[in-house]
């Protein structure tokens, strides 16, 4: 890209002087300082062109070469080959392959209000209808199928950030962001500048945005876990919060506190220098902690990115401090650009914080108003509501108290035939368990036979009972001991279940898994000795 288009996107001399006048000295030194790296190349490639035999093959190496670092500029993409095979598979055609890759939309052109800025810009929040001087924060998507969901070429063109890189193709991609910055004049602040969907119109629902609430909030939890990682060995650091901006300046608002905003760039030179001895000096971090809501975000993230382009961050490391507004807007009340001492960082937020003092103090004593003024309604309501409740309650007193009556009279007849009731159930129940007990120990009686005669095959067996009582009676000695329990319970001396039969020498107690065996079996043939053990 020769100089003459860079010139071309500039504009002419007379705009250029119109717009120098709002550039610092930094930004003009670094303008004429790519003007006169184009024209060292001009010159490196006419005596390039000059000495090769292949002046088409050379032009259409350096063009190929142009458009791969130009790609890895805008997309980040490392890896070289990897950029010539995207733009290979595109046909070379840089915008194409960047918006496939970005998954923007080529014909994206975002409109660029310049605005005057006074002592803090007012920036519009996502909610704010659009207007001729302000656009939302987060764009609603096109009807079409290719709505972006990162800025287009188009876009990302206007708002690539002036660094200088190694090589001169990188300064040629300088160029092309700060002529095109140039050539708009001093944009507004508006944050409706980070978002450049067309269906902006109102009554579209919050869920279709570009950006999802969820989305933002993954980015900044992803931002402050990568930055506790990086500098977690700090004593103090600011407590980033975990939220979207929109969430994050909603929170300061709710707090009456300023929003401190961090815009992180991970492979600016003064980065981690400045976080680790600025942002995480005690002081500094202390005095963030306590009087700011501080909220950061990375610029390789969608919407640090977007950020940097709205608060038109053209150095770093990148701060700024924000506040609601009135009218649906946002105040942009200081931005420090560069790195800074933490002095120099704690002079400038303290004088913010002094200036903004009064501001934060008439809106929590407002909010206060407001709750003590909506606290007397409520108070008052409540009283009329007594007053006019009072009567009613009288009222209902005496028919509570005569229903009440009425209902205790009621349950005392009906627990009188209740407890009658159990009390003839009850001595059904007994009658009916005794006459059942007799009838069982009838039957086991009757199940026993007659006892037989002493014999090789009986065996006698003596019972004795807990109260001193003795029992004894012949079997055949392939009866089972089940037969033993049989006999104990005809005999009515003991509940049926409730102890066990049980031999001395050697103590063997006979339970349910022995009542199968039989008298020689269990080793009681020719003759045992039991005694009753009641059951705990």
Same mark, same amino acid.
């Given at each position: 890209m020769d100089c003459s288009r860079v010139k071309n996107l500039v504009g002419t001399s007379h705009t250029r002087s119109k717009a120098h006048q709002f550039l610092s000295r930094p930004v003009k030194q670094s303008l004429r300082l790519i003007e006169l790296n184009h024209r060292w190349m001009d010159r490196y490639r006419a005596n390039l062109l000059a000495t090769s035999t292949a002046q088409g093959e050379i032009e259409d190496m350096v063009d190929v070469a142009d458009k791969v670092s130009y790609f890895q500029a805008l997309t980040g993409v490392e890896d070289r080959d990897l950029?010539?095979?995207?733009?290979?598979?595109?046909?070379?055609?840089?915008?194409?392959?960047?918006?496939?890759?970005?998954?923007?939309?080529?014909?994206?052109?975002?409109?660029?209000?310049?605005?005057?800025?006074?002592?803090?810009?007012?920036?519009?929040?996502?909610?704010?209808?659009?207007?001729?001087?302000?656009?939302?924060?987060i764009a609603e998507p096109s009807s079409t199928a290719a709505a972006a969901a990162r800025p287009s070429l188009t876009w990302r063109l206007i708002t690539l950030p002036i660094s200088v890189v190694s090589g001169s193709l990188g300064l040629v991609s300088g160029a092309i962001g700060l002529g095109m910055w140039v050539a708009g004049g001093v944009l507004s602040y508006s944050l409706g500048m980070i978002g450049l969907g067309s269906g902006s119109g109102r009554g579209v629902d919050s869920s279709t945005r570009l950006v999802s609430v969820s989305a933002a909030a993954l980015e900044a939890m992803d931002f402050v876990a990568a930055f506790e990682s990086e500098y977690g060995f700090m004593p103090t650091r600011p407590n980033f919060v975990s939220d979207g901006f929109m969430d994050a300046l909603?929170?300061?608002?709710?707090?009456?506190?300023?929003?401190f905003v961090y815009l992180?760039?991970?492979?600016?030179?003064?980065?981690?220098?400045?976080?680790?001895?600025?942002?995480?000096?005690?002081?500094?971090?202390?005095?963030?902690?306590?009087?700011?809501?501080?909220?950061?975000g990375s610029i390789r993230a969608s919407e640090g990115f977007k950020m940097s382009n709205s608060l038109k961050a053209s150095r770093f490391p990148f701060c700024a401090v924000v506040m609601a507004a009135t009218?649906?807007?946002?105040?942009?009340?200081?931005? *420090?650009?560069?790195?800074?001492?933490? #002095? /120099?960082?704690?002079?400038?937020? @303290?004088?913010?914080? &002094?200036?903004? $003092?009064?501001?934060? *103090?008439?809106?929590?004593?407002?909010? #206060? /108003?407001?709750?003590?003024?909506? @606290?007397?309604?409520? &108070?008052?309501? $409540?009283?009329?509501r007594a007053a006019l409740e009072?009567?009613?309650?009288r009222e209902r007193q005496r028919k509570e108290e005569q229903e009440r009556l009425e209902r205790e009279a009621a349950e005392a007849e009906r627990k009188r035939k209740e407890e009658e009731e159990a009390r003839l159930r009850a001595e059904r129940e007994v009658a009916e368990r005794a006459a059942a007990l007799a009838k069982l120990r009838e039957e086991k009686a009757l199940s026993l036979g007659a006892e037989p005669e002493k014999g090789p095959d009986v065996t006698r067996v003596l019972v004795r009972f807990p109260a001193g009582e003795?029992?004894?009676?012949?079997?055949?000695?392939?009866?089972t001991i089940q037969r033993l329990y049989d006999y104990v319970d005809s005999l009515g001396c003991l509940e049926i279940g409730n102890y066990s039969l049980v031999s001395n020498f050697?103590?063997?107690?006979?339970?349910?898994?022995?009542?199968?065996?039989?008298?020689?079996?269990?080793?009681?043939?020719?003759?045992?000795?039991?005694?009753?053990e009641l059951n705990s």
């Amino acid at each position: 890209m020769d100089c003459s288009r860079v010139k071309n996107l500039v504009g002419t001399s007379h705009t250029r002087s119109k717009a120098h006048q709002f550039l610092s000295r930094p930004v003009k030194q670094s303008l004429r300082l790519i003007e006169l790296n184009h024209r060292w190349m001009d010159r490196y490639r006419a005596n390039l062109l000059a000495t090769s035999t292949a002046q088409g093959e050379i032009e259409d190496m350096v063009d190929v070469a142009d458009k791969v670092s130009y790609f890895q500029a805008l997309t980040g993409v490392e890896d070289r080959d990897l950029c010539s095979d995207i733009l290979e598979a595109h046909g070379w055609d840089l915008e194409l392959a960047i918006s496939s890759f970005t998954g923007g939309n080529p014909s994206d052109n975002p409109s660029v209000n310049p605005t005057a800025t006074a002592s803090s810009s007012s920036i519009p929040p996502p909610d704010a209808e659009p207007s001729s001087s302000s656009s939302p924060l987060i764009a609603e998507p096109s009807s079409t199928a290719a709505a972006a969901a990162r800025p287009s070429l188009t876009w990302r063109l206007i708002t690539l950030p002036i660094s200088v890189v190694s090589g001169s193709l990188g300064l040629v991609s300088g160029a092309i962001g700060l002529g095109m910055w140039v050539a708009g004049g001093v944009l507004s602040y508006s944050l409706g500048m980070i978002g450049l969907g067309s269906g902006s119109g109102r009554g579209v629902d919050s869920s279709t945005r570009l950006v999802s609430v969820s989305a933002a909030a993954l980015e900044a939890m992803d931002f402050v876990a990568a930055f506790e990682s990086e500098y977690g060995f700090m004593p103090t650091r600011p407590n980033f919060v975990s939220d979207g901006f929109m969430d994050a300046l909603q929170r300061s608002r709710n707090a009456y506190k300023l929003l401190f905003v961090y815009l992180h760039s991970p492979e600016h030179p003064d980065t981690s220098v400045f976080c680790e001895r600025t942002l995480c000096n005690d002081a500094l971090a202390a005095f963030v902690n306590e009087n700011f809501v501080a909220w950061g975000g990375s610029i390789r993230a969608s919407e640090g990115f977007k950020m940097s382009n709205s608060l038109k961050a053209s150095r770093f490391p990148f701060c700024a401090v924000v506040m609601a507004a009135t009218n649906q807007r946002i105040a942009l009340l200081q931005q *420090v650009e560069g790195p800074k001492t933490p #002095e /120099e960082m704690l002079m400038v937020l @303290q004088r913010v914080l &002094e200036e903004s $003092a009064p501001v934060l *103090v008439a809106a929590r004593l407002d909010a #206060e /108003e407001r709750r003590t003024n909506m @606290q007397l309604r409520e &108070e008052q309501d $409540a009283a009329y509501r007594a007053a006019l409740e009072a009567d009613q309650a009288r009222e209902r007193q005496r028919k509570e108290e005569q229903e009440r009556l009425e209902r205790e009279a009621a349950e005392a007849e009906r627990k009188r035939k209740e407890e009658e009731e159990a009390r003839l159930r009850a001595e059904r129940e007994v009658a009916e368990r005794a006459a059942a007990l007799a009838k069982l120990r009838e039957e086991k009686a009757l199940s026993l036979g007659a006892e037989p005669e002493k014999g090789p095959d009986v065996t006698r067996v003596l019972v004795r009972f807990p109260a001193g009582e003795r029992k004894e009676r012949r079997f055949h000695s392939d009866d089972t001991i089940q037969r033993l329990y049989d006999y104990v319970d005809s005999l009515g001396c003991l509940e049926i279940g409730n102890y066990s039969l049980v031999s001395n020498f050697p103590r063997v107690v006979y339970r349910s898994d022995k009542l199968s065996l039989s008298l020689r079996e269990a080793g009681l043939h020719p003759q045992a000795s039991l005694f009753v053990e009641l059951n705990s």
